[in-house]
Every structure is written in structure tokens, then in C-alpha cells.
């Protein structure tokens, strides 16, 4: 089992290259606003509800996918509401099941982001498309851990599908059918 676990900073990219590497493997893809969202209509963001049940939801689906041998791409934005040690515990949890965390940063320079941050597709998800908050956020950032990289990629001179390649490449990914998503009795 692979975890591709997929970082950066808002519109870096994370989740249109998760897109292509399932375009390209079939490694599905679990991404940062499935739990995001189904949480803020409940809880507010970054309170300790929010903060707890996004990271043991997060840890249950690495779990469970490791078990069964099911590889996938996470996407992650570094941010202060995460507990310290999350990636450590993700590479702990994967590794102590004999799966493998691929870590993958995603970098993109301030003027594209900017360029990028309002775009149409960021609201299919609560997605941050404000350029006043992503300015806030940026000079708030100082102390917001982040993961390792065992590769890093940027996306201002790489698109999509030549990340995805050069992701699986470096990582000698195997492509992995995709299931039914209701299977017939």
C-alpha cells in the first residue's frame, strides 16, 4: 500500500494532481475538504471537536486502507489548527502496516497563487478563495509544521499530468484497478 500524502499551500495544485495521478494509476483520491466539509456545518473550524474527529477520521481511512492493501492520494494544507506530529503519526500508522508514505511537496509562487486563488473550480469545495485571507494567512504562517518531502514539485512550470508522471516515477508506483463503487451481490 502506497500513501501519496500530497502538500502545500492553498491553490498549489494538490488536488487537480491527486486528479491526474487517478487519471494515470487508479490511486483514488482522498482529499483535505471531504473531512473539512462534512465537519464545519457541525463544528466550527480549528475548534477541538473539529480538530479531533478531522485527524482520527483521516487516520481511520489510512487504516483501513493499508489493511487492504488499497493505495491512495491525500491532500494537505499545512496549517496551525493541525496537531503537531501529524505526519509522523501518519508515516507511524502506515509503515507499522507495512504500507509506504510518499511524501510529496507542492510548491507555488505567491503571484500564481494569487492568480489562482479565486478561480472557479476552488468553490466546487470549501476552498479558500479569498485573496485578503490567503494574504493574512501567509504572514500568519510562521510555526505551522510541515511534512517531509521526499520529492518536491513546482507547479508554477509543472502542470497536472507531468506531476502525476513524474510522482509515479519517482516512486515506482504501481497502477491499481479501480472497484465498482457499488459492487454487484
Given at each position: 500500500?502506497?500513501?501519496?500524502?500530497?502538500?502545500?499551500?492553498?491553490?498549489?495544485?494538490?488536488?487537480?494532481?491527486?486528479?491526474?495521478l487517478e487519471a494515470r494509476l487508479g490511486?483514488?483520491?482522498?482529499?483535505?475538504?471531504?473531512?473539512?466539509?462534512s465537519l464545519l456545518p457541525v463544528f466550527?473550524?480549528?475548534?477541538?471537536?473539529?480538530?479531533?474527529?478531522?485527524?482520527?477520521?483521516?487516520?481511520?481511512?489510512?487504516?483501513?486502507?493499508?489493511?487492504?492493501?488499497?493505495?491512495?492520494?491525500?491532500?494537505?494544507?499545512?496549517?496551525?489548527?493541525?496537531?503537531?506530529?501529524?505526519?509522523?503519526?501518519?508515516?507511524?500508522?502506515?509503515?507499522?502496516?507495512?504500507?509506504?508514505?510518499?511524501?510529496?511537496?507542492?510548491?507555488?509562487?505567491?503571484?500564481?497563487?494569487?492568480?489562482?486563488?479565486?478561480?472557479?473550480?476552488?468553490?466546487?469545495?470549501?476552498?479558500?478563495?479569498?485573496?485578503?485571507?490567503?494574504?493574512?494567512?501567509?504572514?500568519?504562517?510562521?510555526?505551522?509544521?510541515?511534512?517531509?518531502?521526499?520529492?518536491?514539485?513546482?507547479?508554477?512550470?509543472?502542470?497536472?499530468?507531468?506531476?502525476?508522471?513524474?510522482?509515479?516515477?519517482?516512486?515506482?508506483?504501481?497502477?491499481?484497478?479501480?472497484?465498482?463503487?457499488?459492487?454487484?451481490?
Open positions: 500500500m502506497d500513501l501519496v500524502f500530497l502538500h502545500g499551500p492553498a491553490a498549489s495544485g494538490k488536488l487537480t494532481v491527486a486528479r491526474a490511486l483514488p483520491v482522498f482529499h483535505n475538504h471531504l473531512v473539512v466539509d466550527p473550524f480549528g475548534s477541538e471537536p473539529f480538530v479531533r474527529l478531522r485527524e482520527t477520521f483521516w487516520t481511520a481511512v489510512f487504516a483501513d486502507a493499508v489493511r487492504a492493501g488499497r493505495s491512495l492520494t491525500f491532500t494537505f494544507a499545512p496549517e496551525a489548527t493541525v496537531r503537531p506530529g501529524f505526519p509522523g503519526r501518519v508515516r507511524e500508522l502506515v509503515e507499522a502496516g507495512g504500507g509506504r508514505v510518499c511524501f510529496v511537496r507542492l510548491r507555488v509562487s505567491e503571484a500564481e497563487q494569487e492568480r489562482r486563488i479565486g478561480a472557479a473550480s476552488r468553490s466546487e469545495f470549501r476552498k479558500l478563495t479569498s485573496l485578503e485571507t490567503l494574504r493574512r494567512i501567509r504572514a500568519a504562517r510562521t510555526g505551522v509544521e510541515q511534512p517531509p518531502a521526499d520529492l518536491d514539485i513546482d507547479t508554477d512550470t509543472s502542470d497536472a499530468a507531468r506531476s502525476a508522471a513524474t510522482i509515479a516515477d519517482h516512486f515506482a508506483l504501481a497502477p491499481q484497478p479501480t472497484p465498482p463503487p457499488y459492487p454487484l451481490p
